[in-house]
């Protein structure tokens, strides 16, 4: 094979997946919010979309650089989800960059992109006390697939403040 058919094919795979997020956009998009948001996306089960909190659950790795206030696990047709509520006692707001979903056996599933309404706001100087947000998981997977113990590892931009918290099982 040639390098221009080599280049030709890796161009021709690259087309190939940018017309299927097309596709999914342009579906996402035209899918109505709220309840009828959730049935439109066929994203209801026969048994609904599963949820759990998962907060006397999860472990928490020492230096954490946020606090955990509470989780909840969903499973519904076709992916899983996180709610991770969390709390920045440090003097610098956070915003989560990226995450990563570490299986039992040491597989990774990649999320989609991930959620948030805003940085999570430093705490205010001289209280202690921290400001609440909440960061949203999601990652496909199958009925069969997302089973058992699973690590979850959240991250800003500079991959200097990490939020890793281990034992997360999805209903």
């Not at 040639?2 to 996402?28: G, I, K, S, Y």
């Not at 899983?80 to 610098?92: D, F, Q, S």
């Not at 956070?94 to 990649?110: D, F, I, N, Q, S």
């Amino acid at each position: 094979m040639t390098h221009f058919q080599e280049v030709a094919w890796e161009a021709q795979d690259e087309n190939q997946r940018l017309r299927e997020e097309v596709r999914r956009l342009r579906a996402e998009r035209g899918v109505p919010d709220g309840l009828r948001g959730v049935f439109a996306s066929e994203l209801l089960a026969t048994t609904g979309i599963a949820c759990e909190r998962l907060m006397h659950k999860v472990t928490e790795a020492k230096g954490n650089a946020l606090r955990l206030g509470d989780v909840r696990g969903c499973r519904a047709r076709g992916s899983v989800a996180l709610e991770v509520k969390l709390g920045n006692p440090g003097t610098v707001a956070w915003t989560a960059a990226g995450a990563v979903l570490r299986g039992p056996k040491g597989e990774v599933l990649k999320p989609l992109p991930l959620w948030q309404s805003e940085p999570i706001l430093a705490s205010a100087p001289g209280t202690g006390n921290s400001s609440w947000g909440r960061v949203v998981v999601e990652v496909p997977a199958t009925g069969a697939e997302a089973r058992g113990t699973y690590t979850l590892t959240l991250w800003d931009a500079e991959q200097q403040r990490t939020v890793p918290l281990g034992n997360i099982t999805f209903p």
